[in-house]
T-cell receptor
Framework: GEDVEQSLFLSVREGDSSVINCTYT??????LYWYKQEPGAGLQLLTY?????DMKQDQRLTVLLNKKDKHLSLRIADTQTGDSAIYFC?????????FGQGTELSVKP | GAVVSQHPSWVICKSGTSVKIECRSL??????MFWYRQFPKQSLMLMAT?????????EQGVEKDKFLINHASLTLSTLTVTSAHPEDSSFYIC????????????????FGPGTRLTVL
């Protein structure tokens, strides 16, 4: 199966919080990342978390890491229409990045 | 800082021709560059890792004679799709990594904007 798994779609209303979940398999991963991809564009690094951290907050973004369950989540507070995009989680594994399938976030006004 | 460009941003070619895609790190030196392929609505699949001055390391299932990678300088890597066919149509994304960064994001990859290849 996939090393990194995400749900494929999430739909929220503008102003609500969005939570995108990700599971990974390699407990030795040192860094875990969240990337944003807008249509027809490359990947933009949103945030990252080091494996010895449980939580990281960066403005509207909150990353939670449950290392025991190998579960990573990204919470976007006060979601805006401009947040509509595909969000990829990725784990660093031996110098490479292994990506999840991406979660398409749709924000409705 | 840490800007990566790709050229062209999109290309349409006839079946059987070869296409070269460039990946440049604009404000840093990239000892390692990565080439990914992305199909619509799917994840990025790593094709190969190229290190400046040495041969690229290809992932399992990627034909090295089909996808030629050259990383001749610390700021430029090229991917050439040889004898392209319609099944090679895809979104190709490169990323670049600078070793020796002192930030907590050591070894972070910076991504280019991607190149859309359509083979007719």
């Amino acid at each position: 199966g996939e090393d990194v798994e995400q749900s494929l779609f999430l739909s929220v209303r503008e102003g609500d919080s969005s939570v995108i979940n990700c599971t990974y398999t390699d407990s030795s991963s040192t860094y875990l990342y969240w990337y944003k991809q807008e249509p027809g564009a490359g990947l933009q690094l949103l945030t990252y978390i080091f494996s010895n951290m449980d939580m990281k907050q960066d403005q509207r973004l909150t990353v939670l890491l449950n290392k025991k369950d190998k579960h990573l989540s990204l919470r976007i507070a006060d979601t805006q229409t401009g947040d509509s995009a595909i969000y990829f989680c990725a784990e660093r594994k031996g110098g490479k990045l292994i990506f999840g399938q991406g979660t398409e976030l749709s924000v409705k006004p | 800082g840490a800007v990566v460009s790709q050229h062209p941003s999109w290309v349409i070619c006839k079946s059987g021709t070869s296409v070269k895609i460039e990946c440049r790190s604009l404000d840093f030196q990239a000892t390692t560059m990565f080439w990914y392929r992305q199909f619509p609505k799917q994840s990025l699949m790593l094709m190969a890792t190229s290190n400046e001055g040495s041969k690229a390391t290809y992932e399992q299932g990627v034909e090295k004679d089909k996808f030629l990678i050259n990383h001749a300088s610390l700021t430029l890597s090229t991917l050439t799709v040889t004898s392209a066919h319609p099944e090679d149509s895809s979104f190709y994304i490169c990323s670049a990594r600078e070793l020796g960064m002192t930030s907590g994001r050591n070894n972070e990859q910076f991504f280019g904007p991607g190149t859309r290849l359509t083979v007719l």
